[in-house]
């Protein structure tokens, strides 16, 4: 378990295994039971507590000696979810089936299992300050729970929900490392959305604590003591899936992505953090390959030619290779925002208020949807139309009304409102900005270039207010904020900032810092200089040195030669776009679609006839195929290109060029299409 969150759950299954892999004929509960003083009533534990005493005044190399003891109060626990009815009286009860003693022994139990409590704190604290080496500790307490919280936290996840909340980890967009986004009661609210109508293999106990009823002392308790779990599981997540093998591969998650005026749905797959830039995964129901590179906005591409279809939107998707482990996970509802990079609209986890979303829902489920939107969005703006897929209604321009509050949202009627209710977010995030002068640390911005906040949120909470304090210079201001504008990012660039570093906190919240320029100059900072693009009425496009009075965007760092990204003009009239490179790279684009405020307010011949696509880095050849013809295009802009070197297995790449061998002339070319008939020999 090192570097991985630990949970010591045991079971009768799990005992058995242990027995007969250990050659043990002792149970258990015997070997514990032998151990406990039950003709001392007051020193039940008294024999392990002195054990433990000596353990934490020595080296305390090994494990704590109260390990046999917890895991039999684990047991208990197990027994316990199992039955799904979790209370004091109901555990004590079963640790004393677990010991084989009546009613007298387990008062004894129940009178002194604080000593066990404290044993559990022990642990708790041993594996924390290995720093991870003997795993993450998941051991949590409650303020209700106060004693057999701990074992409780053991025993409600089993090694399948292991496994499915890792792959719904990625789903979701939880990043490695960044825990502050999704606290325990966030997880339990999302899982709760998502198992509605299908348990999705997680476990009975698991499910039953999800669907508890709201109110109530034992529900609370239920929730609080998953909650806290789910808080380690995240806050030590590493990005891979769980699950036995050689090595750990990274889960992440399928995306959907609408392009074409939502008219067009395609599969794409999101570059997992620390997963390499290239790899291979299978489809296994169809027996077919994808080759995943290039993460571009942090997007795979290769999955152009997977089909959507919707039996997979309804019951999932799922692509595995020996790295990387995708997984779509079926909703009735599907949420789309604009992709920065592409501006396509991709498929998120959640609602994210603040900005136009595209909705992509199942028939069966569009009347439930609409009488949700009647009563939280404005329905002026909406417009709705078949989707891409049979059985699938597209709804775009889904946004909240502005004077929509969050008790409104909690209040909404149907199933479905809750998933437009905003996460609960801690923490303060930074959303774009005009970022400078990396080398002096992150959170550097130009002055009107402050980048949006994203203030903490918490739609359950009973305050109508958010109180943010912003500190410089030795100074503070306070500012309130209704809590219905924390559902929205901040435009904090609207803000009067002089130059200097500020200090942004909220109650309980933590704390973030940015620093404000008005400009960087030379000598200013490390790395600064004074290159710029001159800019009079309209920027000029080449960087040159510049006087400090000269009006001109500058830049922080000046590379030792400025050149632009290499682009390719294609005719609007190309169906089909293939880039070729020297090594067996292979690379299917679309052309960019052209934006819908474009398309209302101007002529149609103003669009042109043409479209400006950029080239990576490596790529040699673009073969254009239209309905008349095929041409093939150097990209090579005069350079001399080495020889191509394909592997034997690019044998798809090898077929692309060959199918337009007779379409490109020169000996560069030439080259090329011997190395294809080579590869395909």
């Not at 789903?171 to 999704?182: D, F, K, L, Q, T």
């Not at 394909?646 to 490109?664: H, I, K």
Request: glycine share 8%; charged share 25%.
């Amino acid at each position: 378990m090192a570097g991985h969150a630990a949970v010591f759950y045991v079971d009768e299954r799990t005992e058995s295994s242990l027995m007969r892999r250990n050659g043990l004929v002792v149970g258990l509960a015997n070997a514990v039971s032998d151990e406990l003083y039950w003709g001392r009533p007051g020193e039940v534990f008294a024999r392990l507590e002195w054990r433990c005493r000596q353990w934490v005044y020595g080296c305390r190399e090994d494990a704590p000696p109260s390990l046999p003891l917890l895991a039999a109060s684990v047991l208990a626990a197990s027994k316990m979810a199992s039955d799904s009815d979790i209370s004091s009286s109901n555990y004590y009860k079963r640790l004393a089936d677990v010991f084989g003693v009546g009613d007298y022994k387990q008062g004894i139990l129940r009178a002194h299992f604080k000593s066990v409590a404290d044993m559990w704190g022990e642990l708790d604290t041993w594996l924390e300050a290995q720093g991870g080496e003997r795993g993450y500790s998941t051991i949590s307490g409650d303020s209700h729970l106060t004693r057999i919280g701990y074992p409780m936290s053991q025993a409600l996840l089993r090694e399948q929900d292991r496994r499915i909340l890792t792959t719904f980890f990625a789903a979701m967009g939880v990043r490695p490392g960044s825990p502050e986004e999704y606290p325990g009661q966030e997880i339990i609210r999302l899982l709760r959305l998502w198992t509605s109508r299908n348990p999705h293999g997680l476990s009975r106990p698991l499910l039953s604590v999800l669907r508890a009823a709201d109110s109530g002392a034992e529900a609370t308790d239920k929730r609080a003591v998953l909650g806290k779990l789910l808080e380690r599981l995240v806050e030590h997540w590493d990005g891979t899936l769980y699950e036995d093998g050689p090595r750990a591969r990274r889960a992440s998650a399928l995306r959907l992505v609408l392009s074409g005026r939502a008219r067009q749905l395609r599969w794409a797959a999101e570059a997992a953090q620390g997963a390499s830039a290239s790899t291979t995964v299978r489809y296994e129901a169809a027996s077919v390959d994808y080759r995943l590179a290039d993460p571009y906005g942090g997007l795979y591409r290769g999955l152009e030619e997977l089909d959507v279809t919707a039996d997979q939107l309804r019951h999932g998707l799922i692509l595995e290779g020996n790295d990387l482990y995708l997984e779509w996970l079926p909703q009735p509802l599907v949420f789309f925002t604009e992709d920065e990079y592409s501006g396509d609209f991709v498929s998120v986890g959640t609602f994210i208020p603040g900005e136009p979303h595209i909705l992509l829902v199942q028939n069966s489920e569009i009347a439930e949807v609409r009488s949700v939107l009647d009563e939280i969005a404005d329905n002026a703006r909406i417009v709705e139309r078949n989707g891409p897929v049979a059985g699938w209604t597209i709804i775009k321009n889904v946004d909240l009304k502005i004077e929509v509050t969050p008790a409104a949202l909690l209040k909404g009627g149907g199933s479905h409102a809750a998933h437009f209710v905003p996460s609960t977010r801690r923490g303060i995030r930074f959303i774009g900005g005009l970022g400078i002068g990396r080398d002096l640390g992150p959170h550097h911005y130009l002055q009107r270039g402050v980048p949006d906040w994203l203030l903490p949120r918490d739609v359950s909470r009973d305050e109508t207010v958010l109180r943010v304090t912003l500190s410089s210079n030795g100074q503070s201001d306070s500012h309130g904020f209704p809590l219905q504008e924390t559902l929205r990012p901040f435009p904090a660039r609207l803000m009067p900032f002089a130059d200097g570093t500020y200090q942004i906190s909220t109650p309980d919240q933590g704390k973030s810092t940015f620093t404000v320029s008005s400009a960087l100059w030379e000598k200013q900072a490390p790395s600064t200089g004074s290159i710029g693009h001159r800019c009079d009425a309209s920027a000029e496009s080449e960087a040159k040195p510049l006087d400090p009075e000269v009006s001109a965007i500058r830049g922080a760092e000046a590379p030792e030669k400025l050149t632009l990204p290499r682009t390719l003009l294609v005719p609007r009239s190309v169906k089909e776009l293939v880039l070729i490179g020297g090594h067996g790279e292979l690379l299917s684009l679309d052309l960019p679609d052209i934006p819908e405020w474009i398309s209302e307010f101007l002529p149609g011949h103003a669009h042109g006839y043409y479209a400006e696509v950029t080239i990576p880095e490596g790529y040699v050849w673009a073969i254009q195929r239209s309905r008349q013809r095929t041409t093939v295009k150097s990209l090579a802009n005069g350079e001399q290109k080495s020889d191509p070197t394909p592997t034997a297995d690019d044998t798809e790449w090898a077929e692309t060029v060959l199918s337009a061998a007779s379409a490109g002339s020169g000996p560069l070319w030439a080259t090329y299409v011997t190395a294809a008939r080579e590869v395909l020999k």
